[in-house]
């Protein structure tokens, strides 16, 4: 089985710091993805990549920036980390010839910040 | 208006009743479609996935498609407490630039009473 694996499993982090969420498959899967899941939002994309070095704006990048220097790892960056940013951040990675589109998800990252 | 909306619940049923969970979108160029099963403090895990139009049954479970409506449905027959879950409808384009990239509803959450 694909295994997705984020670094932690909470965080608690103060306003300003500088954050850094890690992600990594053990598939050798080309495709990337950072989301965040709030109530009532479902998941939201921040970033992906397609393939190593590469990277490309989801649909709410403002504050993230991410980083993919070796295939099996993607990092999300919070420049200066602000409360609108507490959210639970799920990772995923996907087989860019699989047939199903489906994706391999992590368990995710709940971040609080104060 | 959202690109996939999808009644957040919750949704509560005794056990063995019939579920029936629904996303409506309007981006008619989703071709891929997609459930997605989320437990309590896991990610989400692929549950069903379509193709275009039509059925698809796997054990308890069925998918449907109408992309004349742009609607598509989850039932759950004879629903059991493992059951109770989070449940997302994801859908995505054919290919091109897309590179997999999946819109997510706002997840039902689903509780099954024994």
């Known amino acids: 089985d694909v295994k997705v694996t984020q670094s932690s499993r909470y965080l608690v982090k103060r306003t300003g710091e500088k954050v850094f969420l890690e992600c990594v498959q053990d598939?050798?899967?080309?495709?990337m993805f950072w989301y965040r899941q709030d109530p009532g939002l479902g998941l939201r994309l921040i970033y992906f990549?397609?393939?190593?070095?590469?990277?490309e704006k989801g649909d709410i990048p403002e504050g993230y920036s991410v980083s993919r220097e070796k295939k099996e790892r993607f990092s999300l960056i919070l420049e200066s980390a602000s409360t609108n940013q507490t959210s639970m951040y799920l990772c995923?990675?996907?087989?860019?010839?699989?047939?199903?589109?489906?994706?391999?998800f992590g368990s995710g990252t709940r971040l609080t910040v104060v | 208006q959202k690109e996939v909306e999808q009644d957040p619940g919750p949704l509560s049923v005794p056990e063995g009743a019939i579920v029936s969970l629904n996303c409506t979108y309007s981006?008619?160029?989703?071709?891929?479609f997609m459930w997605y099963r989320q437990y309590s403090r896991k990610g989400p895990e692929l549950l069903m996935y379509?193709?275009?139009?039509g059925n698809k049954e796997d054990g308890r479970f069925t998918a449907q498609v109408d992309k004349s409506s742009k609607y598509i449905s989850l039932f759950i027959r004879d629903s059991q407490p493992s059951d109770s879950a989070t449940y997302l409808c994801?859908?995505?384009?054919?290919?091109?630039?897309?590179?997999?990239?999946?819109?997510f509803g706002q997840g039902t959450i689903l509780t099954v009473h024994p």
């Open positions: 995923a990675s996907r087989n860019r010839g699989s047939a199903n589109y489906g994706y391999t």
């Open positions: 598939m050798d899967h080309e495709n």
């Open positions: 990549s397609y393939d190593v070095k590469m990277k």
């Open positions: 981006n008619s160029a989703f071709q891929y």
């Open positions: 379509t193709y275009s139009s």
């Open positions: 994801a859908m995505s384009l054919a290919g091109g630039t897309s590179y997999g990239k999946l819109t």
